[in-house]
């Protein structure tokens, strides 16, 4: 049996970067000066600084003073270490979800696995990119899957993985979801211990 | 070491204006300064009075070269000029005996009163210090050196920036009036 099984990649939640704040080169930020007509009596450095801050200030009014506890899930589907890769990518299938955060017995977090973590181990290319590995399923007679059978969420686990407590600032958490580039975050209380998740598409939920 | 690390910069020159902006710069400053020039050779210049000021060279960069800057607005304009003078000259009549005390406290303390009333503009600094520096005929003026030529060639100058930087479409002056 080939990978039918596997998870199907969420495309809409990898895709959804709602709170990200933008990446502005400098370069972004000279030719949006250029077409400007006018000498322009700031440098492209302070301008950008401008920007971020008052990009800050915008998601500050958006999400207002509400907190992580105000926006996050609470129900969040776990696996632990020795969890079978097959068990978590069925898990993971069959609620829908693109991630899943990894607990040891106490429900202390110890990493999260997610759709980015299976393909950076399937397939021979770098880039771990889900088309990448469609093209070599069909292309070639190897199986995508092969080098991660048989084995455990402990060999692909992201860890130790971010997490921020209940009392985080909404801002914040969009500000980390985008610096880290990762689509979910664990929700930890005060001892380390998971009390939900927080995706991207939670925050878009909220300001909207 | 960060304080030796801040002197290498951190971002690059804003970029070069498009020709066309060269070109009403030059249109400005040229009928600016003719202006203000003008009216010092042909009519003031048996008075005694005196129109013409380094200072206004500096301003025609901001307002006809820079009409964008919050430094050329004239708010900026007509405000640093003004008080700029009546500091340099006041720094000039309390310590005239100390020239260059009067002179870096006309600067300084311009810089601090524009700051503070928000009309912050560069060529303030030089209308201060040329209350102090500015010899015989500058002196002769005294306090009166803050409405000629500080406050009327400023407002001469601005009566040209109004009127041409409107022309082009892609420009608009000012941003602000106060």
Same mark, same amino acid.
């Given at each position: 049996?080939?990978?039918?099984?596997?998870?199907?990649?969420?495309?809409?939640?990898?895709?959804?970067?709602?709170?990200?704040?933008?990446?502005?080169?400098?370069?972004?930020?000279?030719?949006?000066?250029?077409?400007?007509?006018?000498?322009?009596?700031?440098?492209?450095?302070?301008?950008?600084?401008?920007? %971020?801050?008052?990009?800050? %200030?915008?998601?500050?009014?958006?999400?207002?003073?509400?907190?992580?506890?105000?926006?996050?899930?609470?129900?969040?589907?776990? &696996?632990?270490?020795?969890?079978?890769?097959?068990?978590?990518?069925?898990?993971?299938?069959?609620?829908?979800?693109?991630?899943?955060?990894? %607990?040891?017995?106490?429900?202390? &977090?110890?990493?999260?696995?997610?759709?980015?973590?299976?393909?950076?181990?399937?397939?021979?290319?770098?880039?771990?990119?889900?088309?990448?590995?469609?093209?070599?399923?069909?292309?070639?007679?190897?199986?995508? &899957?092969?080098?991660?059978?048989?084995?455990? &969420?402990?060999?692909?686990?992201?860890?130790?993985?971010?997490?921020?407590?209940?009392?985080?600032?909404?801002?914040?958490?969009?500000?980390?979801?985008?610096?880290?580039?990762?689509?979910?975050?664990?929700?930890?209380?005060?001892?380390?211990?998971?009390?939900?998740?927080?995706?991207?598409?939670?925050?878009?939920?909220?300001?909207? | 070491?960060?304080?030796?690390?801040?002197? !290498?910069?951190?971002?690059?020159?804003?970029? !070069? *204006? !498009?020709?066309?902006?060269?070109?009403?710069?030059?249109?400005?400053?040229?009928?600016?300064?003719?202006?203000?020039?003008? @009216?010092?050779?042909?009519?003031?210049? !048996?008075?005694?009075?005196?129109?013409?000021?380094?200072?206004?060279?500096?301003?025609?960069?901001?307002?006809?070269?820079? *009409?964008?800057?919050?430094? +050329?607005?004239?708010?900026?304009?007509?405000?640093?000029?003004?008080?700029?003078?009546?500091?340099?000259?006041?720094?000039?009549?309390?310590?005239?005996?100390?020239?260059?005390?009067?002179?870096?406290?006309?600067?300084?303390?311009?810089?601090?009163?524009?700051?503070?009333?928000?009309?912050?503009?560069?060529?303030?600094?030089?209308?201060?210090?040329?209350?102090?520096?500015?010899?015989?005929?500058?002196?002769?003026?005294?306090?009166?050196?803050?409405? @000629?030529?500080?406050?009327?060639?400023?407002? *001469?100058?601005?009566?040209?920036?109004?009127?041409?930087?409107?022309?082009?479409? +892609?420009?608009?002056?000012?941003?602000?009036?106060?």
């Amino acid at each position: 049996m080939r990978n039918s099984d596997g998870p199907v990649p969420e495309k809409k939640l990898m895709n959804a970067r709602p709170c990200a704040t933008p990446e502005l080169t400098d370069q972004d930020i000279l030719e949006a000066m250029k077409e400007v007509s006018g000498y322009l009596d700031i440098t492209p450095g302070d301008l950008r600084e401008v920007y %971020l801050s008052a990009y800050r %200030l915008a998601a500050k009014r958006l999400w207002g003073d509400r907190k992580a506890r105000d926006a996050m899930t609470r129900e969040v589907r776990f &696996v632990s270490p020795d969890t079978s890769l097959e068990d978590a990518a069925r898990l993971m299938g069959r609620s829908g979800i693109s991630g899943v955060p990894v %607990l040891d017995d106490s429900k202390r &977090v110890l990493g999260v696995i997610s759709e980015r973590d299976f393909m950076r181990h399937m397939g021979k290319g770098r880039s771990g990119s889900f088309m990448e590995i469609i093209a070599e399923c069909i292309g070639a007679k190897s199986c995508a &899957v092969l080098p991660i059978r048989g084995g455990k &969420v402990s060999d692909l686990m992201t860890s130790p993985a971010h997490t921020v407590s209940e009392d985080a600032p909404l801002s914040e958490v969009a500000d980390l979801l985008t610096k880290r580039r990762i689509n979910r975050v664990p929700v930890t209380e005060s001892h380390g211990l998971l009390v939900g998740i927080l995706t991207r598409g939670d925050l878009t939920a909220i300001s909207l | 070491m960060e304080y030796f690390s801040k002197m !290498r910069g951190t971002t690059q020159s804003p970029p !070069r *204006v !498009r020709i066309s902006e060269v070109l009403w710069s030059w249109v400005g400053a040229f009928l600016g300064i003719s202006a203000v020039a003008s @009216i010092h050779y042909h009519i003031l210049d !048996r008075t005694g009075l005196v129109m013409i000021i380094g200072s206004f060279g500096a301003s025609a960069v901001l307002i006809y070269g820079a *009409v964008k800057s919050p430094l +050329a607005q004239p708010r900026n304009l007509l405000g640093g000029h003004v008080l700029s003078a009546v500091i340099g000259v006041a720094a000039y009549q309390l310590l005239q005996s100390h020239t260059w005390a009067a002179a870096s406290i006309a600067v300084a303390t311009a810089i601090a009163l524009m700051h503070l009333t928000k009309t912050l503009h560069p060529p303030g600094g030089a209308t201060a210090l040329i209350a102090v520096i500015g010899g015989e005929k500058i002196h002769a003026l005294g306090y009166f050196y803050a409405l @000629i030529p500080a406050a009327t060639g400023a407002l *001469v100058m601005l009566a040209v920036a109004l009127l041409v930087n409107n022309v082009p479409r +892609a420009r608009r002056y000012p941003e602000f009036w106060w």
